[in-house]
């Protein structure tokens, strides 16, 4: 798996995505701009790196993958769009509670989810938010059952409140 981020000066991070096998990113050096994010894998990974030719070549061989290309242009604007939207409206509670129950689905009633390798560093990257504040809003809720804490794993056990 690869992460995509930036790094304010300030060595603040915020997580724009993650992708996995068979995935790709990079399209936005598609129209000669400055990088505006890097990329970290967070497993071994193999990658293939396409110049701008041989894309366009790829692209024009097989037009199916330009519909696929546009598609996963289009879903990560909406993400964008969603991140935008909820670092503008939403509380860091609302956002937290956005991002748990949008990656990993709400929990239902009777079955809980399990979320492994996630660290408040993690969620708060993602979310434009302190380490510390997740961590006080991620505490405060465990006694509501809501959630259970465990070491870079959480639980969600029951749909996360609206507002907290």
Not at 75 to 99: F, H, S
Request: with cysteine; aromatic share 6%.
């Amino acid at each position: 798996s690869v992460k995509v981020y930036s790094l304010d000066e300030n060595v603040r991070e915020i997580i724009y995505g993650d992708f996995f096998a068979v995935d790709f990113f990079g399209e936005m050096s598609l129209d000669g701009g400055p990088r505006s994010a890097s990329a970290m894998t967070l497993e071994a990974c193999t990658c293939a790196v396409l110049t701008r030719g041989e894309l366009r070549e790829h692209l024009a061989q097989e037009p199916d993958f330009t519909f696929t290309l546009v598609m996963r242009v289009v879903a990560r604007a909406r993400a964008a769009t969603r991140i935008a939207r909820n670092i503008a409206l939403l509380d860091v509670y609302g956002r937290i509670a956005d991002l748990l129950e949008s990656r990993y689905g709400p929990a239902r009633e009777g079955a809980s989810v399990t979320l492994q390798s996630i660290t408040h560093q993690d969620i708060a990257n993602r979310v434009g938010s302190s380490r510390e504040m997740v961590s006080r809003l991620l505490k405060d809720l465990a006694p509501a059952d809501s959630l259970a804490m465990g070491v870079q794993r959480l639980d969600l056990l029951k749909k996360l409140p609206q507002r907290w």
